[in-house]
C-alpha cells in the first residue's frame, strides 16, 4: 500500500510541478486575502489579536476550498479519475494520497500566510513556533480530510464550487472555532489549560474526519 | 398498487387531525395552565416549543444518519426514503429551533442572536441539513443520490454530540438544565411528546408521497415505453 500511496502523491505534486495550475491561484488568493482583511484591522492590541487569529483561518479555509476543488477538477480531465479507478488500488489507498496531496498544498499556504500575516497586522502569531506548528497542522488537516472527502460529493455537479462550500463550510465550522481560539491564546502567551483543550477538541475532530474519510470514501467515489 | 382512497387513505387524516388538536390542547397548557417564570415572564413559554423541536432536529439527524447507514449497507432504496422524509421534516425542526430560539433570546439576553457555541453549532447542523437538502436537488439518478446523501448525513453526525455537549464543553451564555416546577415539567414533557408525535406522522405521510411519486414515475416510464415500441 505504501508504493501505491507514494506514486498517487507522486503523480499529483508531479502534475502540479508541470502545469503549476493550483497552487499559483491559491497563493495568490491568499496574499490577496490577507492584504484585504489586514486592511480592516485598526484595533488595539488584545482585540486585534482576537480578530486576526479568526481572519487567518477564514483566509486558509477559503483558499483551501480552491485547493480542494481545482485538484477534483484536474483528476476530473481528460477521464483520469476513470484511469484511476480501474487501477488496482483501494478507495481509502487514493483519499489518502488526495488528502495528503491537499495537505501539502495547505501547509504551504500555511507557510506563506502565518508570516504574512505577523508582517500586515503586528499581532505576534509565532510567539510559541511550537504551538502555533501544533495547531497549523492539525488545523490544516482536519480541513484538508473534510475538503476531500466532501468534494468527491461534488463530482459531476453543475454547480460545483457552490455545492462544495454549501458542504463543507458547516463542517469546517467547529474547526475555525477551535484553531482560531488556540491560535488567539497562543498568540497571548497563553498555553494554559484551556489552550490544551482547544488543541484536544482539534485533535478529536482531526481523527474523526480522517477515519470517516478512509471508511467512507469508497462509497463517495463507486459509479 | 396500494388503493389509498376509502379508509385506508382517511385514517391518517383522522390521525393527523387528532394530534393537531392534541397539540392545541398541549398550546393551550403552555400558556395557561403552566406557571409563568419569575423574571422572564411570559416570554419564558416559547422554551416548551424550542426544546421539542431542537429535541426532534437532533433526533432525526441520527435517525437519518442510521438510514443512510443502512442504505450504504443494503442498497435499498426504501431506506432513502426515509432518509428524505425524516431529512425534511428534521430540517423544519432545525430551522423552528433557530427561530424559537432567537425569539427567546431576544426577551432573555436582549439581543436576536450572540455566538455562543450552543447557538453556532445548533446553526451549522441546520447548515448540514440545508446542504443535504441542496446536495439531494443537484443529482438526477435515484442510487447516486441516496448514496453521496447517505454518506454527507453520517458526516454531518459528527456536529450532533457537539450540538449536546455545547453547554457542558464550552463556555456560554445558553441556559443548561435549569430547575422548573413540576407544572412546569409537565407541561414540557407533554409537549416534547406531542412534537413527537407530530413529526412521526409527518414524516411517515411524507414517506408515502414519495413511494406514490416513485410509483407515478414508474408508470410513466412504462408508458413511454410501449408508446415507443408502438
Wanted: hydrophobic residues 55%; glycine residues 6%.
Amino acid at each position: 500500500m505504501a508504493s501505491k500511496l507514494w506514486w498517487l502523491i507522486h503523480k499529483d505534486l508531479m502534475i502540479e510541478y508541470r502545469t503549476r495550475q493550483t497552487w499559483t491561484s491559491m497563493l495568490l488568493l491568499c496574499v490577496i486575502i490577507a492584504v484585504v482583511f489586514s486592511l480592516q484591522v485598526k484595533l488595539p492590541m488584545e482585540h486585534r489579536t482576537a480578530t486576526v487569529s479568526t481572519m487567518l483561518w477564514l483566509a486558509i479555509i477559503f483558499a483551501s476550498q480552491v485547493v480542494v476543488e481545482r485538484t477534483g477538477i484536474a483528476e476530473h480531465q481528460d477521464g483520469c479519475w476513470d484511469a484511476l479507478t480501474q487501477y488496482p488500488v483501494s478507495a481509502s489507498t487514493i483519499y489518502l494520497a488526495k488528502l495528503i496531496v491537499n495537505l501539502v498544498a495547505i501547509l504551504a499556504l500555511n507557510c506563506v500566510m502565518v508570516p504574512l500575516f505577523v508582517v500586515l497586522t503586528d499581532v505576534p502569531l509565532l510567539l510559541h513556533a511550537g504551538a502555533m506548528s501544533l495547531v497549523i497542522g492539525l488545523g490544516s488537516l482536519s480541513v484538508a480530510a473534510i475538503g476531500t472527502l466532501v468534494s468527491a460529493a461534488t463530482f459531476g455537479q453543475r454547480q460545483r464550487g457552490a455545492v462544495l462550500s454549501l458542504l463543507a463550510l458547516p463542517l469546517v465550522l467547529p474547526v475555525l472555532l477551535s484553531a482560531s481560539e488556540a491560535t488567539r491564546l497562543a498568540a497571548t502567551n497563553d498555553l494554559g489549560n484551556q489552550w490544551w483543550r482547544w488543541v484536544q477538541f482539534l485533535g478529536a475532530f482531526t481523527i474523526v474526519f480522517v477515519t470517516l474519510g478512509i471508511v467512507l470514501f469508497g462509497a463517495m467515489i463507486e459509479e | 398498487m396500494t388503493n389509498t382512497s376509502g379508509s385506508a387513505g382517511r385514517s391518517p387524516t383522522i390521525l393527523g387531525t387528532s394530534l393537531v388538536g392534541v397539540l392545541l390542547a398541549i398550546a393551550i397548557a403552555a400558556v395557561y395552565i403552566a406557571p409563568s417564570e419569575q423574571t422572564m415572564g411570559d416570554a419564558q413559554r416559547v422554551m416548551y416549543v424550542h426544546i421539542s423541536v431542537a429535541w426532534l432536529a437532533l433526533l432525526g439527524f441520527a435517525v437519518m444518519a442510521i438510514c443512510g447507514w443502512r442504505y450504504l449497507v443494503t442498497r435499498n432504496l426504501w431506506w432513502d426514503q426515509w432518509a428524505i422524509a425524516i431529512g425534511e421534516v428534521g430540517w423544519m425542526c432545525s430551522t423552528l429551533t433557530l427561530v424559537t430560539g432567537s425569539l427567546w433570546a431576544h426577551a432573555a439576553w436582549g439581543t436576536w442572536w450572540t455566538w455562543d457555541p450552543r447557538l453556532v453549532t445548533s446553526f451549522v447542523l441546520w447548515a448540514i441539513y440545508s446542504g443535504n437538502l441542496t446536495l439531494r436537488s443537484g443529482l438526477e439518478d435515484a442510487n447516486t443520490r441516496a448514496r453521496l446523501c447517505s454518506v454527507m448525513a453520517i458526516i454531518g453526525l459528527a456536529d450532533v454530540p457537539l450540538v449536546v455537549m455545547a453547554t457542558r464543553w464550552f463556555r456560554g451564555v445558553h441556559p443548561v438544565s435549569p430547575d422548573m416546577e413540576p407544572a412546569m415539567r409537565y407541561t414540557l414533557v407533554a409537549n416534547i411528546a406531542g412534537w413527537t408525535a407530530l413529526m412521526i406522522h409527518l414524516v411517515v405521510r411524507r414517506r408515502r408521497l414519495l413511494v406514490l411519486q416513485s410509483q407515478v414515475a414508474e408508470l410513466q416510464s412504462l408508458y413511454e415505453t410501449s408508446q415507443t415500441q408502438r
